[in-house]
Structure formats: structure tokens, C-alpha cells
T-cell receptor
């Protein structure tokens, strides 16, 4: 596609529910990143994929967070048993091989009540 | 671990003023530095990208400088306008993109 597409744009979940956020990167982009942006803060790194391999997941805040990219294109960020502190905008970004520039999606805003 | 700091955290200026936003980073081993704009509830818009070998980049009323050795960058906005009101984020690339906390700018008419 022409850009990075994320869905849903907005998600409201009750505490304890599981949520899944989807990212469609630019076609052919090898690298895919997930970031978490809390209100009033800068984005914080969560995890990174190169093709289907998850090379870095050091930013995932707990084992309730899980990300996958099984075919090396679309990625899903799953949050189990959501808590209020998970409320944030989740940004996805992708880049092509060897590029040092990321293209960001519009983000998925998660609100946990 | 790379840390990026932006000062000030918030800034309010009257229309027409020239202003400077500051960004500092702890690890000078970066490939590039990027300034983004973020409007409330929106995604990130890339403003300027400075490669590690460059000293500055200009786009319209915006000028960004990079001093890699001292770990500093500035974003200069000339003749500010109310439409410039947004959060400005600085980010450095060193294998991944590391962001600062942003500067929230308000330009008053």
C-alpha cells in the first residue's frame, strides 16, 4: 500500500479484556517496529521485526504484551488482560532494507476503562 | 542505552516570534536525527531529517542543526504562526528510533 495502515484507529476496552491491534506496513518493507506513546510523552520502543523474525522485544512492558508477524508482512500486537496503564497510542512503523528512515502509521488509540 | 531529552517541555509564544527548540542525546553513534511534528490525536509528520554527516537542513521557515560530537540538535522556527502549534518530537536513529519527550508549542495570535 501507499502508507502504513493501522486498525482499529480507536479501541475502548474494559479492564481485563484482551485486545489485538493490526499493522499493515508498506508493501515490501522488511523492518517493522511497534511503539507505545502515553499521553503527553514521546513514543517508546516496544518491539522490532525483520521479516517474520522478532529480533528485539526488549521494550515490551510485561508478558501480557505479545507481537507477531507470521508471514513477514502484517503484524499484530496483542495485549492480554488489559490494565488502565496500557491506555496509550500504539504506533507502527516500517522501513525498507538498509534504510534508516521509518514511515509511521496514524496509530491505534487504546483506552482501558 | 540512548536517551533523548527535549527542552523546554512546553513553550507559549506570541505570533511572529522566532523560536528555538532544543534536543540532546547521550550516544553520539547515530546514523541520523529527525524532527517530527505531532498534532493532537494525530500521527507523526516528518519535518526534517539530518544525516550524521550533515550539519543542518532547511525547509521553509524551519532550520534544524546537528552537532553530533556534543550530542545536540536545535530546531529553529522563523516567524512563528498559530498553525505551528503542535508537539515537536526529536528522534535519533542508531539501529532503532529513540524519541525525546517532545516540546508542546503554542503560538498565540
Amino acid at each position: 500500500g501507499a502508507g502504513v495502515s493501522q486498525s482499529p484507529r480507536y479501541k475502548v476496552a474494559k479492564r481485563g479484556q484482551d485486545v489485538a491491534l493490526r499493522c499493515d506496513p508498506i508493501s515490501g518493507h522488511v523492518s517493522l517496529f511497534w511503539y507505545q506513546q502515553a499521553l503527553g510523552q514521546g513514543p517508546e520502543f516496544l518491539t522490532y521485526f525483520q521479516n517474520e523474525a522478532q529480533l528485539d522485544k526488549s521494550g515490551l512492558p510485561s508478558d501480557r504484551f505479545f507481537a507477531e508477524r507470521p508471514e513477514g508482512s502484517v503484524s499484530t500486537l496483542k495485549i492480554q488482560r488489559t490494565q488502565q496503564e496500557d491506555s496509550a497510542v500504539y504506533l507502527c512503523a516500517s522501513s525498507s532494507t538498509g534504510a534508516n528512515v521509518l514511515t509511521f502509521g496514524a496509530g491505534s488509540r487504546l483506552t482501558v476503562l | 542505552k540512548q536517551e533523548v531529552t527535549q527542552i523546554p517541555a512546553a513553550l507559549s509564544v506570541p505570533e511572529g516570534e522566532n523560536l528555538v527548540l532544543n534536543c540532546s542525546f547521550t550516544d553520539s553513534a547515530i546514523y541520523n536525527l529527525q524532527w517530527f511534528r505531532q498534532d493532537p490525536g494525530k500521527g507523526l509528520t516528518s519535518l526534517l531529517l539530518i544525516q550524521s554527516s550533515q550539519r543542518e537542513q532547511t525547509s521553509g521557515r524551519l532550520n534544524a542543526s546537528l552537532d553530533k560530537s556534543s550530542g545536540r540538535s536545535t530546531l529553529y522556527i522563523a516567524a512563528s504562526q498559530p498553525g505551528d502549534s503542535a508537539t515537536y518530537l526529536c528522534a535519533v536513529w542508531g539501529g532503532m528510533l529513540t524519541f525525546g519527550g517532545g516540546t508542546r508549542l503554542m503560538v498565540k495570535p
